[in-house]
């Protein structure tokens, strides 16, 4: 049933690694250096597209669907969490005026 | 267990025009956290933890005009997701390791063929790790929670101190019984996290003013404390925990409530709202002062007999040193939980008005309940140890 799967055996399953690897350090540079929320937040959804990425690699190379539907989990999951980061977003640009990280320093302590 | 009682005494009065949102994203969040108690498998744990997290994002968030809320929304959403990415990312590599979201598999798995799949399932361990010390808000990740509990509305911060709190542990503490091997990495690396909590926390709480930031850190140092019975893993520690745990939102449940009546009336939010409360209302000024007590650690409250059993867990599991330096922050903490007791009973109060009349019915109830709570547990701790 899974035997187009098979047919990745042409590319090794550590490059999946490396890249997924290498996205997921770009999304975590893009957290912590940007100060638009905007791009923090495409980010964010880089790495957890790299995620998905290891798990699809993984499922295909173990011959086992599981990783597959979970995959389909996290898409879910991220689809509501940006939904709420948005919405987050507009009410601060409505008091702010502003999309940039900067305006969140009032507390401290 | 526990929890949706916990979330039934609190719901009381938020005065705000979107009532109802507010109280079923509550539910939606409490569901996530019931998913965390019960689950034996990785897919339920990280949708567990989104159904937990969501909602909060939203409810941190809830007063729409407030930048304090708003900001605390959004760096708890972008510190929320970044730690997920994390977890998700362990739970990845774990799945490469193992071929399973399953406990049961992984844990078969890991030790019959430890040595091929070795290196990627610890680093998978690892960050799932890292995952969740963020949702519990442990020590080097935990910038997030004074920030985020003063920003919040109160009742949120009480929701986030007590629910989220048991959920989160909850989760840790099944996951690190769910039969993974206890290689060193791992162990030596809870050690310094739960090290760390506990100083980082104590340290932070004693230079606040402001009722709320020392109660986030004070909730840091306590975390730290269930880290050392998370980490002493055996059968007992699970009980502990929740003992603790039950303990702890009492207490946190009395001094919030509390605290939102003294924000509504006086506008004060620092330590000095307190003073002279001895003098002027001596009900509240005597369950606050026992739901201190208990906090830090001080006999026949429940706080006492939650940090005697994780202790005395800790210390048959060979961890001496760990105990020691337990012991050594419990004595900050008595530092600053003693000096709000003080401000109670020998300052002079800052305007000399009674209180009791103004505080409604149902608050009283809620104190009351929870500071006979705290005794009872005090008294009888066997009893609800049979219960686990």
């Not at chain 1, 550590?14 to 905007?38: E, K, Q, T």
């Not at chain 2, 369950?287 to 210390?315: D, E, Q, R, V, W």
Request: charged share 10%; glycine share 8%; net charge positive.
């Amino acid at each position: 049933m899974f035997d187009f799967l098979n047919n990745t055996g042409s590319i090794p399953i550590d490059y999946y690694l490396w890249l997924s690897g290498v996205l997921f350090c770009i999304g975590v540079m893009g957290v912590l250096l940007r100060r638009n929320v905007i791009i923090m937040l495409m980010s964010i959804e880089l790495m957890l597209n790299s995620v998905n990425l290891l798990f699809v690699a993984f499922s295909t190379y173990l011959g086992d669907a599981k990783g597959q539907v979970f995959v389909f989990f996290i898409m879910l999951v991220a689809a509501a969490e940006v939904t709420v980061g948005l919405a987050i977003l507009t009410m601060i640009y409505r008091n702010t005026k502003s999309v940039d990280i900067d305006f969140l320093k009032n507390l401290k302590g | 267990m526990g929890l949706v009682f916990l979330l039934s005494e609190k719901n009381m009065n938020y005065a705000s025009k979107y009532k109802e949102d507010v109280y079923g994203l509550m539910i939606f969040s409490t569901i996530g956290g019931l998913m965390l108690l019960s689950y034996a498998n990785l897919v339920t744990l990280f949708l567990g933890i989104e159904t937990l997290s969501i909602p909060l994002y939203v409810l941190v968030g809830s007063k729409k005009s407030d930048l304090k809320s708003n900001e605390a929304a959004m760096k708890y959403f972008i510190m929320g997701s970044f730690a997920t990415c994390f977890l998700l990312l362990g739970m990845a590599l774990i799945y490469g390791a193992v071929g399973s979201f399953d406990f049961r598999e992984i844990a078969l798995q890991c030790y019959t063929d430890a040595g091929r799949v070795n290196s990627l399932f610890e680093m998978g361990i690892l960050f799932l790790l890292f995952g969740m010390i963020f949702k519990v808000s442990a020590a080097p990740f935990h910038f997030w929670t004074p920030d985020v509990y003063e920003g919040a509305p109160s009742i949120i911060t009480v929701f986030m101190a007590t629910v989220v709190k048991i959920a989160g542990f909850g989760a840790l503490a099944r996951l690190l019984r769910g039969g993974f091997p206890d290689s060193i990495l791992f162990v030596n690396f809870l050690w310094i996290i739960a090290v760390l909590t506990m100083t980082v926390g104590n340290l932070g709480a004693t230079q606040q003013k402001s009722i709320k930031r020392l109660l986030a850190f004070s909730s840091i140092a306590h975390a730290g404390v269930m880290m050392i019975a998370v980490l002493a893993v055996s059968k007992a520690s699970m009980t502990n925990v929740f003992i603790y745990l039950l303990a702890y939102s009492l207490a946190t449940i009395i001094l919030f409530t509390l605290f939102m009546h003294f924000a509504d009336k006086k506008g004060l939010s620092d330590i000095s709202s307190f003073n002279g409360l001895g003098k002027t209302n001596p009900f509240l000024a005597a369950t606050s002062t026992l739901a201190l007590l208990s906090l830090a650690g001080i006999p026949i409250t429940a706080g006492f007999f939650g940090k005697y059993y994780i202790f005395y867990n800790a210390m048959n599991q060979g961890y001496i040193w760990l105990v020691i330096l337990g012991l050594l922050n419990s004595a900050i903490a008595i530092y600053y939980y003693l000096g709000i007791i003080i401000a109670m009973y020998f300052k002079e109060p800052v305007e000399m008005k009674s209180e009791t009349d103004d505080l409604p019915f149902l608050h009283k109830l809620v104190i009351a309940g929870c500071a006979i709570g705290i005794i009872l547990i005090g008294i009888y701790p066997n009893r609800l140890m049979m219960l686990f």
